[in-house]
């Protein structure tokens, strides 16, 4: 119990004054300065007992105006004064190891390295560096070198001495293997920042590939609707029911690609899964609604066997994403009159789903690397372009959401895909 305590109030004082909205280094920076300043209490109030004890009252003064500089430091830290702790640390205790160092030979002048060492890594400014640099080892010199024939009080004993200068040098080791901590630490977020980004990017480019997507193929199937419009290919008394029917589909175009951008603009930072239960009809018709312009500009029969029944546990827009991509690949490659089916099983904890087309079908070459996101471009039979990313984001989809996804194909028969995601239990 008492050994948890000492933890938690050793983290404490170690993180006080850190705020979570500063800079990684800043923090560090803070921490470092906690580190210093915590052990010089309780060392330096010890010292003053003792010196008092021993009748050498300045020193003991000295010592105990140090304590309660740290104390300070740690008070100064906790009201967000962050650069006057600094000031105030580095200021008093360059004077006061300065002082006894001279006139008590205490081995205090060996606390001005930590003194310097602290000075280069909490400052960034170079000519502040050098001029607390250059004001510190003028001290030590200073104590060093200048011959003393002065005493304020008798000298302290040796070991005293080699007490104080094991203890700055100990001080020093504490400092430098932190600066070392803060380099390696540093340099690994550097590194999860960096693999953040990248997974960023390329989520950002699974979003704009969807949404290229689904506004190129509409919007190309509109521009064939209009270029015959404009060349008077339509008979004058089938102007107004064909512009009616058009007004219509751009209406549902523009309503399917508002939920394509809503769920883009959910993602920008990043794919995220949200899964929830849903019947699986309806989002099927949505999707076959999307793809309507296309299935009349080929003129294919389609056949949905989807039982109303049957309700997935997946993320309803990335389940949409999948079939959206799988229905426009079966209409892509598919030749005018024939058909697609749509169906749908369902077991005691998987749902199947089959989209097959009686296309152009895949050489063996093509459907092995189809899901592998492999750069390749292959044209529909009007000439449809595509570059095949689609298929990658089905696979990870289908992952994501529990699932996985097959193909069979057959050059000049057709393709059968298969999804398999989980179903919506009861209490879910």
């Known amino acids: 119990m008492f050994k948890e305590l000492a933890v938690r109030y050793w983290g404490y004082i170690v993180h006080v004054g850190i705020d979570p909205a500063m800079s990684f280094i800043e923090a560090r920076r803070i921490k470092l300065l906690n580190l ?10 010890f010292y003053a007992i003792l010196n008092t004890c021993q009748h050498r009252y300045l020193l003991a003064s000295l010592n105990l105006t140090t304590t309660l500089v740290n104390i300070t430091v740690l008070l100064m830290h906790r009201y967000r ?3 006057s702790a600094r000031i105030v640390m580095i200021f008093f205790s360059v004077v006061l190891y300065t002082f006894t160092g001279m006139f008590f030979h205490n081995g205090a002048e060996y606390f001005l390295l930590n003194i310097l060492i602290l000075s280069i890594l909490v400052y960034d400014n170079r000519w502040i560096v050098v001029g607390l640099s250059l004001m510190v ?7 060093l070198f200048l011959p003393q ?4 009080a008798p000298p302290v004993p040796q070991v005293r001495v080699w007490s104080n200068v094991s203890v700055s040098l100990l001080f020093i080791i504490v400092a430098l293997s932190f600066f070392k901590y803060i380099q390696s630490d ?5 590194e999860q920042q960096r693999q953040e980004l990248a997974a960023m990017n390329k989520d950002k480019e699974k979003l704009f590939s969807v949404v290229a997507h689904d506004i190129r193929s509409p919007l190309a199937t509109l521009e064939v609707l209009l270029d015959m419009y404009r060349k008077g290919e339509y008979p004058a008394q089938e102007m107004s029911a064909a512009t009616e029917a058009l007004y219509q589909k751009i209406v549902e175009m523009g309503g399917s690609l508002d939920n394509v951008l809503r769920w883009s603009a959910r993602n920008i930072r990043g794919i995220r ?3 929830e239960s849903f019947p699986l009809a309806p989002l099927v018709q949505e999707v076959l ?3 309507q312009l296309l299935i009349q500009q080929k003129q294919l029969v389609l056949q949905v066997e989807i039982p109303v029944v049957i309700e997935l546990y997946a993320d309803r827009d990335q389940v949409s994403v999948i079939l959206r991509n799988i229905l426009n690949n079966a209409i892509k490659f598919s030749y005018t009159g024939e058909s697609i ?9 998987m749902v199947q789903i089959q989209v097959a087309d009686q296309g152009t079908g895949m050489p063996a070459e093509q459907l092995a690397i189809l899901f592998s996101g492999a750069p390749g471009q292959a044209n529909g039979t009007y000439g449809e372009w595509g570059t095949g990313l689609g298929m990658l984001l089905c696979k990870e989809f289908t992952e994501q959401n529990k699932g996985h996804i097959t193909a069979a194909s057959t050059v000049g028969k057709g393709t059968l895909f298969t999804v398999t995601l989980p179903v919506a239990e009861e209490d879910e």
């Open 36 to 45: 210093l300043a915590l052990p010089c209490i309780p060392f330096m109030f």
């Open 81 to 83: 004064m962050y650069y």
């Open 137 to 143: 080892i003028a001290a030590f010199l200073l104590i």
């Open 149 to 152: 024939q002065w005493y304020l």
């Open 186 to 190: 540093y340099q690994q977020q550097i």
């Open 273 to 275: 899964w949200r899964p």
């Open 289 to 291: 609604s999307f793809c």
């Open 341 to 349: 089916s749509v169906r749908a099983e369902q077991d005691q904890e």
